[in-house]
């Protein structure tokens, strides 16, 4: 698992430094959520090898229709309400969840909030500590000053790579690569192209899909650590 979360950050770390120098606009990249609930339970009844193999299948395409400008295209057929409202429906669970943690863990989130508006209420701040990094230090705090910073737990430091064969079989792509497609041209890009367009940036969609289509297929094959 630390190899998987290490290729999947470096690649996306990767595209989001490339992407941004080469069009100077702020392009974040990283890794699908709904693509993560998609592929989980499939382990159950999948091997890994074909669950890389409908990974790396899912890479060659998005970079095929990346490549093909097929992708702006379909995009300017969805209304932009409609991804809006898709948007909206990510971030009401940020929204919610705000409210479940802090009554739970008042002492921790209480303070990230008050931190959050300080930080963009008063004039200046915001340009020395940006709102969000300032709640995630104090957050930080919060949670070494009550003892519950576990570094000992999260496994090793570095990570290995292990090169996984894939395996290609039809019940694995017929399972998971039209979804993984849809979720990462239309949930993820389509969303925070939605975003950035609302704020007046015009995105690269075309090349912003043939990059994850790209990164995909390097990061596929390698994202499972060693046995212990």
Known sequence: MVGLIFGIFLSAGSATLVMSLLYRRTLGFAWSIPGTVLWGPSLQHLSFGEVVGAFFVTGVLTLALGMSG???????????PIVMAMVAAIFLQFGTDIVTSGRTAPAIVVPMILAYIILTAVPG?????????????????AVTVLGQLALASAGPVFAHRVFTLPVFTWSALLELVVPLILTVLVVQNGQGEAVLAQAGHRTPVNASAAVSGLFSVLNACFGRSPPV
Do not use: K, S
């Not at 097929?70 to 932009?80: D, E, F, G, Y």
């Open 70 to 80: 097929l992708v702006r295209r379909t995009m300017a057929l969805i209304p932009q």
């Open 125 to 141: 701040l915001a340009r020395v500590i940006p709102p969000v990094l300032g709640a995630l230090l104090v957050g930080f705090c």
